[in-house]
């Protein structure tokens, strides 16, 4: 395919460095080499991308686009696996994952900001509609983060009441895996009536944003989705305190408030955090559908996108999100693992 | 219990007269919809749509099982056991891709259709199903994996009839979650021109209809919930038969 | 001085503890043995009041439990459980220090306190301060729970069961350990076991119960030879009774001018271990040395009068 889109001697490298790359990769056993043999084919992959696309360009009109087609794609998400692969099997500490995570983001914000992609439909997508992206996003990590604080601020005192009190437990859960079971769709959709009709009704609901359409029914949405994660992992996480661990606490005369804080919650706190792992993960793909009842975020393009049949508008929507929900679910698991650091077995 | 004694059957009636015969509700309705608009969907059926709806998670769901559980015993023997980290991280991976992504980023490759939704169900079905099987089969109880073997059983008979059986209640943990999923994610399909009942809600939503918005969220929230509550009975009904 | 007072707990219909008094002395262990369901945790946890009773009251040194707010009072009395019951994610040093922080002592004098009961349990300070539960052996982590239960010098130690998850070698030494420090730091234990072979070896006391009711209570050599009811008599179990009481009778009680032959045992080694040194080499008397002086020799036939002495 690339050879009829730029000169020989300018594609063989990168196709080379790819061949190479999965020669490394590919057979089993040595992780080092494997993770080498991605670098490279990855390297070798953008190598091609930065040779196409302007060799394709050249000499057509202004409105011309071009976009990487699905053999790209596959072997780009082969060399991705094998990277994912290779760091697993190196079983790296929080530290280096941390490290490594960084020098990922470092490396895409070069490539992505030294303008040698810029010839991608996706990147002039990009470039046609900055402002709006950087608005989207901004709204799109508000509707994320703001509703992950929102359900903690909620969720953690209402586990730790279940967590106290049994027939409390025995109401609140139910409900709120009911709460998870609605579609999204759904539930956003529900939303609109809902907050419209407390924005119309209750004096002052409107002042503060609070209407049918818009960023107040995604955020409601996106906070009852929440709840589950939040209390139920508080739950949880207070109760795996072991029984005898508790009962010497409580003989040595520790207040309820001492032992939550001394005992139940360092000691549950990693399972909390996984509970809020998993939100701010779902919430940054559930914000999403908010671009469908006007509440922004990467979701306007997303939706844009299919509706004109814009591949690269889809695009310029969804990858970010999906960058988002990645950087997001390794940087709290790394926050879970630290907070779980203190004895090797913890019985 | 006893509230869902009444509860269930009665939410079973209210999906079944909302799905075949909507114009029971259309007093209902009517105040929420727009003055002199349609109160109940026209374009196409309520029956119809539900039946593409289900449809679509079935197929997606019994494909993503089959799937998803012979991989899982794949890599649980020793002739898989190579493959396992990575399908771990395929999975943790995976889990973190939002089910709106997947959906959207399968339209460049699939076109628009029920296509791309399948693909997207599948695919997002398939990670808590594999997970779920994968955690059933490495935790079975030792003393009962020693006896079968201990009393002749050969690989093949051990897998029929020991680790499958009593993996099943966890591997049904995760096909609930998956057809939970699905069956959102497939209401989203219609933003691909899916046939399904996120038709009627995005209906409501392009034309300010709540009507519309209301009689698709509560059909398709009653589905999710009447078939979550009904595969958590089966699941406490095998794991009481094994014991649990 | 602890006065047990009539103390009582029902759960709905049944008696768990039913109207059980007692008394004990100040720098005495004394041992709470029954069957499971007997009612000797729920006694226990009476006396810290992590179980309230129905009715009667505890008095420590005159003064009501009742007068205090449970958290207060439990931090003047220790506690120690079986599987010891250690926090996890606290290092040695901190949950030995739990309760002395509960109660706002200085920090050095937390540390100082800390490597003193170390010490204590002939565990290296410097070397097990900073390891956290989990790197502990059984042994050390049960030593550092009664470590922890003894830390701000409490007027009572409570222990329920405290050797319960020790294997038999580890469990005999932790006696030991036991009685050499309440000796030393002259406390008041109450200790609950089903084991009476630990009540007797442990207890200067012990307080048999029985259906939430208390049986006996007495010496264990009363135990051993007046068992008050046919069931104290099955705890003891009637072969073993001899054998029991030889057991907690010292050698310096029957020692008599004279030599004998062979190895030679300590005044402190009791009439059991001169019996079983007799049997296996065929001697009738074994000769008694302290620090190598010799001071007689015990008997067959002493030993013998001894044990019939009981009646």
């Given at each position: 395919?690339?050879?009829?889109?730029?000169?020989?001697?300018?594609?063989?490298?990168?196709?080379?460095?790819?061949?190479?790359?999965?020669?490394?990769?590919?057979?089993?056993?040595?992780?080092?080499?494997?993770?080498?043999?991605?670098?490279?084919?990855?390297?070798?992959?953008?190598?091609?991308?930065?040779?196409?696309?302007?060799?394709?360009?050249?000499?057509?009109?202004?409105?011309?686009?071009?976009?990487?087609?699905?053999?790209?794609?596959?072997?780009?998400?082969?060399?991705?696996?094998?990277?994912?692969?290779?760091?697993?099997?190196?079983?790296?500490?929080?530290?280096?994952?941390?490290?490594?995570?960084?020098?990922?983001?470092?490396?895409?914000?070069?490539?992505?900001?030294?303008?040698?992609?810029?010839?991608?439909?996706?990147?002039?997508?990009?470039?046609?509609?900055?402002?709006?992206?950087?608005?989207?996003?901004?709204?799109?990590?508000?509707?994320?983060?703001?509703?992950?604080?929102?359900?903690?601020?909620?969720?953690?005192?209402?586990?730790?009441?279940?967590?106290?009190?049994?027939?409390?437990?025995?109401?609140?859960?139910?409900?709120?895996?009911?709460?998870?079971?609605?579609?999204?769709?759904?539930m956003f959709g529900l939303m609109i009536p809902l907050l419209g009709w407390v924005g119309d009704t209750v004096p002052g609901a409107q002042a503060i944003g609070i209407a049918g359409i818009g960023f107040a029914p995604a955020f409601l949405a996106l906070v009852l989705y929440s709840l589950l994660p939040v209390v139920g992992n508080t739950v949880a996480g207070l109760g795996a305190t072991p029984p005898a661990a508790l009962e010497a606490a409580r003989g040595m005369g520790m207040t309820p408030a001492q032992r939550l804080l001394r005992v139940e919650l360092p000691l549950g706190l990693p399972i909390i955090l996984t509970g809020l792992r998993i939100v701010l993960v779902q919430n940054i793909g559930l914000a999403v559908i908010a671009g469908l009842i006007g509440g922004g975020g990467f979701g306007t393009f997303v939706f844009q996108g299919l509706n004109q049949t814009a591949t690269d508008l889809i695009l310029l929507g969804a990858l970010p999100t999906v960058a988002l929900a990645l950087t997001a679910g390794i940087v709290m698991d790394i926050l879970v693992e630290l907070t779980r650091r203190t004895p090797k077995d913890t019985r | 219990m006893k509230i869902g004694m009444i509860l269930r059957p009665a939410l079973i009636a209210l999906l079944l007269a909302l799905v075949v015969r909507p114009d029971w509700f259309v007093p209902v309705f009517a105040p929420l919809a727009p003055e002199g608009g349609p109160v109940i969907y026209q374009r196409a059926s309520l029956l119809s749509l539900s039946l593409s709806h289900l449809g679509l998670v079935l197929m997606a769901s019994l494909a993503a099982t089959f799937v998803a559980v012979t991989l899982a015993i794949f890599v649980t023997r020793p002739?898989?056991?190579?493959?396992?980290?990575?399908?771990?991280?395929?999975?943790?991976?995976?889990?973190?891709?939002?089910?709106?992504?997947?959906?959207?980023?399968?339209?460049?490759?699939?076109?628009?259709?029920?296509?791309?939704?399948?693909?997207?169900?599948?695919?997002?079905?398939?990670?808590?199903?594999?997970?779920?099987?994968?955690?059933?089969?490495?935790?079975?109880?030792?003393?009962?994996?020693?006896?079968?073997?201990?009393?002749?059983?050969?690989?093949?008979?051990?897998?029929?009839?020991?680790?499958?059986?009593?993996?099943?209640?966890?591997?049904?943990?995760?096909?609930?979650?998956?057809?939970?999923?699905?069956?959102?994610?497939?209401?989203?399909?219609?933003?691909?021109?899916?046939?399904?009942?996120?038709?009627?809600?995005?209906?409501?939503?392009?034309?300010?209809?709540?009507?519309?918005?209301?009689?698709?969220?509560?059909?398709?929230?009653?589905?999710?919930?009447?078939?979550?509550?009904?595969?958590?009975?089966?699941?406490?009904?095998?794991?009481?038969?094994?014991?649990? | 001085?602890?006065?047990?007072?009539?103390?009582?707990?029902?759960?709905?219909?049944?008696?768990?503890?039913?109207?059980?008094?007692?008394?004990?002395?100040?720098?005495?262990?004394?041992?709470?043995?029954?069957?499971?369901?007997?009612?000797?945790?729920?006694?226990?946890?009476?006396?810290?009041?992590?179980?309230?009773?129905?009715?009667?009251?505890?008095?420590?040194?005159g003064e009501s439990t009742l007068s205090l707010k449970p958290h207060i009072l439990r931090r003047r009395i220790g506690y120690a459980i079986q599987g010891h019951g250690l926090f996890p994610h606290h290092t040695v040093a901190r949950n030995i220090g739990a309760v002395p922080e509960l109660l706002n002592w200085s920090r050095d004098k937390i540390a100082a306190r800390?490597?003193?009961?170390?010490?204590?349990?002939?565990?290296?300070?410097?070397?097990?301060?900073?390891?956290?539960?989990?790197?502990?052996?059984?042994?050390?982590?049960?030593?550092?729970?009664?470590?922890?239960?003894?830390?701000?010098?409490?007027?009572?130690?409570?222990?329920?069961?405290?050797?319960?998850?020790?294997?038999?070698?580890?469990?005999?030494?932790?006696?030991?350990?036991?009685?050499?420090?309440?000796?030393?730091?002259?406390?008041?234990?109450?200790?609950?076991?089903?084991?009476?072979?630990?009540?007797?070896?442990?207890?200067?006391r012990v307080a048999v119960m029985d259906g939430g009711k208390l049986v006996q209570y007495a010496t264990p050599p009363e135990i051993i030879t007046h068992p008050a009811t046919e069931f104290v008599a099955n705890m003891v179990g009637d072969v073993e009774r001899p054998l029991r009481l030889l057991s907690l009778i010292p050698l310096s009680e029957v020692v008599e001018e004279g030599s004998a032959e062979g190895e030679a045992l300590p005044p402190e080694a009791s009439l059991r271990d001169a019996l079983s040194a007799c049997l296996w080499t065929g001697r009738l008397a074994v000769p008694v040395v302290q620090d190598g002086r010799h001071m007689g020799r015990v008997t067959l036939d002493a030993i013998r009068a001894r044990a019939e002495l009981h009646t």
């Open positions: 395919m690339a050879w009829n889109l730029a000169s020989p001697l300018a594609v063989l490298p990168g196709l080379a460095a790819v061949l190479l790359g999965l020669g490394l990769g590919l057979p089993a056993g040595f992780a080092r080499l494997r993770l080498v043999g991605a670098v490279v084919g990855l390297a070798g992959l953008l190598w091609l991308l930065m040779q196409g696309a302007p060799a394709l360009l050249d000499g057509a009109g202004e409105y011309a686009r071009v976009s990487p087609a699905v053999g790209f794609w596959c072997l780009l998400v082969v060399l991705m696996l094998l990277m994912a692969d290779a760091l697993a099997t190196m079983a790296l500490g929080p530290m280096q994952r941390g490290a490594v995570l960084l020098t990922v983001i470092g490396a895409l914000a070069i490539m992505l900001g030294s303008g040698v992609l810029a010839d991608l439909s996706v990147m002039q997508e990009y470039a046609a509609r900055r402002d709006a992206f950087v608005s989207e996003l901004v709204r799109h990590l508000g509707l994320a983060f703001g509703s992950l604080a929102a359900a903690a601020v909620i969720g953690f005192p209402l586990g730790v009441l279940c967590h106290r009190r049994e027939q409390l437990r025995g109401a609140i859960l139910p409900v709120l895996s009911f709460l998870q079971t609605i579609p999204s769709l759904a | 002739a898989g056991a190579a493959f396992r980290p990575l399908s771990r991280t395929i999975t943790n991976i995976g889990q973190t891709f939002p089910p709106v992504a997947v959906l959207a980023l399968a339209v460049p490759a699939l076109g628009f259709g029920a296509g791309p939704t399948l693909v997207a169900l599948f695919l997002y079905g398939l990670l808590p199903i594999f997970e779920n099987a994968i955690t059933a089969l490495s935790t079975l109880p030792p003393a009962t994996m020693e006896a079968a073997r201990g009393i002749g059983l050969s690989r093949w008979q051990r897998l029929v009839r020991v680790e499958l059986p009593l993996a099943l209640p966890v591997t049904l943990t995760g096909i609930r979650l998956s057809v939970v999923i699905a069956l959102g994610t497939a209401t989203i399909g219609s933003t691909v021109a899916a046939r399904t009942l996120g038709e009627v809600i995005i209906a409501g939503l392009l034309t300010n209809n709540t009507a519309f918005v209301l009689q698709g969220g509560l059909i398709v929230g009653l589905f999710a919930v009447l078939i979550y509550d009904a595969m958590v009975l089966l699941e406490r009904h095998l794991a009481r038969r094994m014991g649990g | 001085m602890i006065e047990i007072d009539k103390i009582t707990k029902t759960y709905g219909a049944t008696q768990a503890v039913d109207s059980v008094s007692m008394t004990v002395e100040t720098g005495t262990i004394t041992v709470i043995v029954g069957t499971s369901g007997s009612g000797k945790t729920t006694l226990l946890r009476m006396i810290n009041r992590l179980e309230e009773p129905t009715s009667g009251e505890v008095r420590i040194n800390v490597d003193e009961l170390l010490d204590l349990f002939s565990m290296e300070p410097a070397q097990f301060r900073d390891r956290y539960p989990g790197e502990l052996s059984g042994g050390q982590q049960q030593r550092v729970g009664v470590a922890r239960a003894l830390a701000s010098r409490p007027d009572l130690l409570l222990m329920d069961e405290p050797f319960g998850a020790l294997d038999p070698i580890i469990r005999t030494r932790a006696q030991e350990d036991l009685r050499r420090i309440q000796k030393r730091l002259g406390s008041t234990i109450m200790l609950v076991t089903h084991d009476m072979e630990e009540a007797i070896r442990l207890g200067d």
